[in-house]
């Protein structure tokens, strides 16, 4: 009996450290999850303060309809470029 108990105890321990080590490394994974996501977020606004400066830009030389037209004809070329490359890539 003394065993099976020093047996059961000892097993209850290893899985409190695996559980321990398991959090850890959940509680890091998904930090880094969050950085990555607030890191993509302020990218996105980047270039969309990006885009408004170039079509501002655009507009001081050309009609505002011809240079939202412009700037969103490169911008969906950029993307469309962007994507095409990833797709390239992981073939």
């Known amino acids: 009996m003394e065993q099976l108990t020093a047996y059961l105890l000892s097993l209850l ?3 409190e450290k695996e559980a321990s080590l398991l959090k850890s ?12 996501a607030m890191g993509v977020f302020l990218l996105g606004i980047g270039f969309l303060v990006f ?18 037209l412009l700037v969103s004809v490169l911008t969906l070329l950029g993307g ?12």
């Open 25 to 36: 490394k959940t509680v890091k994974a998904f930090m880094g999850l969050c950085f990555l």
């Open 80 to 91: 469309g470029s962007f994507l095409w490359i990833s797709k390239k890539n992981l073939k």
């Open 51 to 68: 885009v408004w400066t170039c079509f501002t830009a655009i507009s001081m030389a050309m009609v505002t309809v011809g240079a939202g």
């Open 13 to 15: 321990d290893v899985l």
